[in-house]
């Protein structure tokens, strides 16, 4: 089995250190980078699977290395940051990153998020999801008939409900922002109402959670959006 590629840019030596651990622990390979310009370099010589990103360089700001790297890769880009406003972590997602994790962090919660970019990084490369079927928990999605059963037993989703799901499913397990998803689901005339969002996320939680009040799978990003997590395809 090949051991996944991963690049962490941080400038603080002790902290790449501990993210270093952690993922060699899990069997990844791990490249390091102090600032932005090592890590164009690391990134264009290595070719890695997933970049790991602090946003206070020494050399210049996080977001900018983000935005350069999409000119040239879709590699997925998950962000780790101290910086914890919503201004932030919107600019981020919006300059091209796919997640963003607030400093201080938990490993399990690192590895995990690192393991769900992987895996999307997987499904898109090869083309998308092969099968119309997603899976997460106990839920089962069919994409193409908009058939919904939890447990086996048949869901039923109103329109919207079921354009929100889909959305989510669509983005494989990235965060997407509250804007995202007014103009998926709605349309452009509804991106300045959040609290359509929180209803409708609301009802499927209700719907297809084991414990809707502490949600494994249809997670909020605070203040900035939602996450689809343990997402898999297949019948």
Do not use: C
């Not at 998950?78 to 994790?101: C, H, I, M, Q, T």
């Amino acid at each position: 089995m090949t051991r996944p590629r991963i690049l962490i840019v941080e400038d603080e030596a002790d902290i790449r250190r501990f993210i270093r651990l952690a993922l060699e622990r899990e069997e990844m390979m791990v490249f390091e980078a102090g600032t932005a310009v090592q890590a164009r370099i690391e990134a264009a010589s290595r070719q890695p699977e997933l970049v790991i990103v602090d946003l206070g360089l020494p050399d210049e700001d996080g977001k900018e290395l983000i935005q350069d790297l999409r000119n040239w890769s879709s590699v997925p880009v998950l962000v780790l940051s101290a910086r914890d406003r919503e201004e932030e972590k919107v600019a981020a997602l919006n300059a091209g990153a796919d997640d963003y994790l607030v400093k201080p962090f938990g490993v399990p919660e690192l590895v995990a998020r690192a393991r769900a970019q992987l895996r999307r990084a997987s499904i898109v490369s090869g083309g998308g999801p092969s099968s119309s079927i997603a899976r997460f928990g106990a839920a089962r999605v069919d994409l193409a008939t908009h058939q919904v059963t939890r447990a086996d037993e048949t869901v039923h989703l109103t329109p919207t409900e079921f354009r929100l799901l889909a959305a989510l499913i669509r983005g494989h397990g990235k965060v997407l922002t509250h804007r995202q998803l007014l103009l998926d689901v709605w349309g452009p005339g509804y991106a300045d109402r959040p609290h359509y969002l929180r209803v409708y996320m609301a009802n499927l939680r209700q719907k297809l959670e084991e414990d809707p009040t502490r949600p494994h799978h249809l997670m909020t990003e605070l203040q900035v959006g939602y996450r689809l997590a343990g997402l898999d395809f297949g019948a």
